[in-house]
Structure formats: structure tokens, C-alpha cells
T-cell receptor, first 115, second 109 residues
Framework: GAVVSQHPSRVICKSGTSVKIECRSL??????MFWYRQFPKQSLMLMAT?????????EQGVEKDKFLINHASLTLSTLTVTSAHPEDSSFYIC???????????FGQGTRLTVV | GQNIDQPTEMTATEGAIVQINCTYQ??????LFWYQQHAGEAPTFLSY??LDGLEEKGRFSSFLSRSKGYSYLLLKELQMKDSASYLC??????????WGAGTKLIIKP
């Protein structure tokens, strides 16, 4: 199946700093990428939908100025958590689709810890 | 609103069979997915159903009844490594994935 690579897998940052998470589709072009957040023992929560070449669509309650999403190419989307706070500590996961396929391929996820 | 229900937790014995149910109410239907998620890892794709009936893939099978808004994931010959959370997700009319909360499956020797 298609491969989605997410980096970094783990990051610890200080409160008030920014962190960038990359999501790459390695062997296919992803016109749409999705960013999820998952708190312990909870389900995936969609944060935003990222479309190549256009602004991301954010879910209700997700601050677009805090979670900056850039989808500059058909193989790369980035999520930047700005001015991170301890409550932003979570597991962030990206997924991508081929557009013509039906599967959602997930990156490995990023465990963010803000101290 | 949109809703997906699945049991919170199930326990089964190694070598046995377990069925995890999922019921859904969504605005439109464009397929149902089952994913496996081990603790601390991203979900991995297990199966996809868009038409009624049973899809079999090795030890795992998935069934769909669109008229009943119902699906199940059947796991046979359970192994200890099958201990994980199993997520049911439905793609709605906007092609957005609506996720269930997941079923934590505990396998006992």
C-alpha cells in the first residue's frame, strides 16, 4: 500500500515555543491530507483538512492561528503548533488519500510533549 | 448529528473468535473502514466495505449492512498480538471520515 511518512515521531518542547510536524506521501500524490489529534484513550479527532495549493479547512474549535497548516506540494503537508502550551501535548497523526483510492493512509504519528 | 457506536472494551481468549460490532448514523454513506491501533501507534488499515456483505481477508473479516447501519469485524484464531484498539470509521456524503471511539480488545492466554 501507499506510504505516508511523518516526522518527528517524538518531540519535547518548552512552553511558548513552536513545533513543526511534517507529513510526506512517499510514493503517491496526495491532493488532500488530514491532521488528527488523539488524547490518551480517546478516538481520533479531525483538526483540519489540508488541500494542496489552498488554505486548510479547520474543524470547529480548532484555532487556525495556533495550528498552522501548509500543503505546499502534492507530497508534503506541515502542521506547526505555535506558542505551544502543556495542554497541546497530544498524539498528532496525519493521513493522506490518493484521491482515486478509498483508503486513508496514516503517518506514524508524532507524540508532542510540552513542558 | 452523526454518530458511531462500538463497545468500549472486549475480552477474548487466544485461539478463539471475536466479533466487534459497529452501528452508525451518518449523513450519507461512502464506505466503512476498520482500523487497528496498538497503543502509542498510528492506526493501520484492516478493511473497507462499501457494498453489503462479507469481506474476508485472512483471519479478519468485515461485514456490512447498509440498511441496518451496521457492521462487524470478525477476528479468528486470535493471537496475543491482536490485543489492540479497533476503530470503526464511516465516510459520509462529504467524504469525511467519522470515527468511532474504538473498541479495546484484550486477549487472554
Amino acid at each position: 500500500g501507499a506510504v505516508v511518512s511523518q516526522h518527528p515521531s517524538r518531540v519535547i518542547c518548552k512552553s511558548g515555543t513552536s513545533v513543526k510536524i511534517e507529513c510526506r506521501s512517499l510514493d503517491f500524490q496526495a491532493t488532500t491530507m488530514f491532521w488528527y489529534r488523539q488524547f490518551p484513550k480517546q478516538s481520533l479527532m479531525l483538526m483540519a483538512t489540508s488541500n494542496e495549493g489552498s488554505k486548510a479547512t479547520y474543524e470547529q474549535g480548532v484555532e487556525k492561528d495556533k495550528f498552522l497548516i501548509n500543503h505546499a506540494s502534492l507530497t508534503l503537508s506541515t502542521l506547526t503548533v505555535t506558542s505551544a502550551h502543556p495542554e497541546d501535548s497530544s498524539f498528532y497523526i496525519c493521513s493522506a488519500g490518493t484521491g482515486s483510492g478509498y483508503e486513508a493512509f496514516f503517518g506514524q504519528g508524532t507524540r508532542l510533549t510540552v513542558v | 448529528g452523526q454518530n458511531i457506536d462500538q463497545p468500549t472494551e472486549m475480552t477474548a481468549t487466544e485461539g478463539a473468535i471475536v466479533q466487534i460490532n459497529c452501528t452508525y448514523q451518518t449523513s450519507g454513506f461512502n464506505g466503512l473502514f476498520w482500523y487497528q491501533q496498538h497503543a502509542g501507534e498510528a492506526p493501520t488499515f484492516l478493511s473497507y466495505n462499501v457494498l453489503d456483505g462479507l469481506e474476508e481477508k485472512g483471519r479478519f473479516s468485515s461485514f456490512l449492512s447498509r440498511s441496518k447501519g451496521y457492521s462487524y469485524l470478525l477476528l479468528k484464531e486470535l493471537q496475543m498480538k491482536d490485543s489492540a484498539s479497533y476503530l470503526c470509521a464511516v465516510r459520509d456524503s462529504n467524504y469525511q471520515l467519522i470515527w468511532g471511539a474504538g473498541t479495546k480488545l484484550i486477549i487472554k492466554p
